[in-house]
């Protein structure tokens, strides 16, 4: 095999590995984290971890790596106080933390629409949390803003592969809970 296929080969092989060891640690946290979630977004959380599995299962680790990195920052979004105070940043940290806000969801928003089509569940989790984000974003209150927002752009850089839906991975947790 010539040096740049065999280079080639072992790049891929390496990205491959990469998103698969991504997926495993963002999985242990996201059932970590899972633990000490309020119900509705539990369930969130919920729906995108067994998509998550349905994706590892069906080799698309890369989409399972970024569905776990949306539960995850989902995670640490939903247990904050949804009346916290608004912080007072110091003006180089506000302008950070509100240029880094507005990166990521222009990046989301554009990542978004060149996505192709995506299932019911996976849209009302990208908007919720959009709508969450800027919400929180208006109250000053800076960490849920940017955990929202990087769950939004992280659903926006899964792309929909095959038959299976999010509605199926819905209907096994619930029987599982039974």
């Keep these: 095999m010539p ?5 080639k080969l072992h790049a891929e092989n390496r990205h491959e590995a990469k998103d698969l060891r991504r997926a ?4 242990g946290r ?3 984290l899972q633990r000490s979630l309020k119900p509705a977004p539990a369930e969130e959380v919920s729906v995108l971890a067994a998509l998550a599995r349905q994706e590892l299962q069906s080799g698309h680790i890369k989409e399972a790596a970024e569905l776990l990195r949306a539960a995850e920052h989902l995670n640490f979004a939903a247990p904050a106080s949804e009346n916290a105070r608004s912080s007072q940043l110091a003006k180089d940290l506000g302008s950070a933390v509100t240029d880094e806000f507005e990166c990521l969801v222009r990046k989301a928003e554009e990542h978004w629409e060149h ?10 989790i990208y908007k919720n949390s959009l709508q969450k984000a800027s919400q929180a974003l208006k109250r000053g209150d800076y960490y849920r803003a940017l955990e929202f927002a990087r769950t939004a752009d992280a659903l926006a850089d899964v792309k929909q592969h095959g038959p299976h839906r999010i509605a199926d991975g819905v209907e ?4 599982s809970a039974s």
């Design 24 to 27: 495993y640690e963002h999985m």
């Design 3 to 7: 040096p740049k296929k065999a280079a």
């Design 115 to 124: 996505g192709g089509e995506r299932q019911e569940a996976l849209i009302a």
């Design 172 to 175: 096994r947790l619930k029987l």
């Design 30 to 32: 996201v059932e970590i």
